[in-house]
């Protein structure tokens, strides 16, 4: 195990912190239900991804999610100069989908518009921007994060 400075280990506390709060948010924001997040971070060195599962709108952090930890990681990365993209893709219970997503920068979500979601979604889905949307497929205006 590698020994860090205490003040590090502090710094590390308080963005992972910042971090879930974040994803807190996002889960409220979302609602009741399954919610699919993914967070596409662009560094100079390349784009990382990660993507988890949690149940809205309070994800259960008693049950170990190495899923969530990833994205969480991914999202501290925002405090460094880099640019992540936040999606939410929730499941609703009649069977539809509902998208939406927020431009993350310093651990600070700007919420997106169904435009630009739509675009966010394409580019995730590896998508033309003039293909249909899927059957059931809502993409909306992201809210605002408290």
Known sequence: MTDFP????STARVLARR?????RSVARAAGEGLHHLT????????VGEAQCLITGPV?????PNDLLVAVAFLLVGTTMGAKAM???????????VRFMSWMVSDLAAHPATAEQSHVAYCIAEDRDLWDPLPAGLTI???PALI
């Open 6 to 9: 205490v003040s590090d280990l």
């Open 19 to 23: 971090s879930m709060t974040l994803v």
């Open 39 to 46: 967070v596409a971070l662009v560094t100079a060195e390349g």
């Open 59 to 63: 994800p259960d952090e008693d049950d």
């Open 86 to 96: 936040l999606a939410a893709r929730t499941m609703e219970p009649a069977g539809g």
């Open 140 to 142: 909306v205006d992201a």
